[in-house]
């Protein structure tokens, strides 16, 4: 009797940490939106603004509303919590790759001007039109990683993003910013949930850990090389699900 009700106990408690998980994501991500709706809000009460920048910080608002109930109903739709486990599962549609990272890398750069950091975006030669996955997830991944860059990037700083392919079957999405880095010995650390360091790389220590996770989803993986001083550079690789 009291091995089924430690075994009980215990099933119970994992459930409950599976779901403060879920829970922490789903806040992570929703505060991760309003936080730009934030920035660009705080543009557009800039007096010097022209109506050219007042209409794209508008239309940035109005998008960046949306992907919140995109974001909500993507997560609510593809994540659940299975004999204590949380599993994802993508939700895939085709995208044209270049238009619609130039379109996402375009609005980060308009919002990041407040510290004077731009975003320089590469593509290989041999990439293909179109890429099929989950492009919620896939812009919730990059989105983690240019926020992290942008918070511990030098004013006037360059983040570049360089796209390219693997083999056959996947693609790469490369993230460098030119911040201070952090020690080899504790990049492992970076994707454990409910992680942070002093000095550097703070935050609800869930971003990472999400990002690694819906990369994982997606049939590819998120690596980290950095070192002290050198800056970092996040290695995304997905499945292109078009070739499988």
Known sequence: MLISDSSNLLSHQVAQ??????????????????????????????????ARDKKFYLSSINAMSLDVLHILNNMM?????????????PIISPIHIK????????????????????????????IPEYLITDPIKLAQILKNLLDNAFQYSPVGGIISVFVGCVGESSM?????????????????????????????????????????????ALGGDLTLASSDNNGSSFFLRIVNQSNK
């Not at 739709?77 to 599962?89: C, D, H, P, R």
């Open 17 to 50: 940490n599976t779901m403060h998980t879920f829970m922490g994501m789903l806040a992570h991500e929703m505060k991760t939106s309003i936080s730009g709706i934030c920035m660009a809000t705080n543009m557009l009460l800039q007096d010097k603004l022209g």
């Open 77 to 89: 739709s593809s994540s659940m919590v299975n004999a204590g486990k949380l599993e994802i599962m």
């Open 99 to 126: 238009k619609w990272l130039k379109s996402y890398i375009d609005q980060h750069n308009r919002l990041f001007k407040s510290k004077l950091i731009s975003i320089k975006l590469t593509f290989n030669r041999k």
């Open 172 to 216: 790469f999405f490369m993230v460098t910013d030119q911040g201070k880095g952090i020690s080899s010995d504790k990049i492992h650390l970076l994707f454990e949930p409910f992680r942070s360091f002093n000095g550097g790389f703070t935050g609800t220590g869930l971003g990472l850990y999400i990002s690694k996770l819906y990369a994982q």
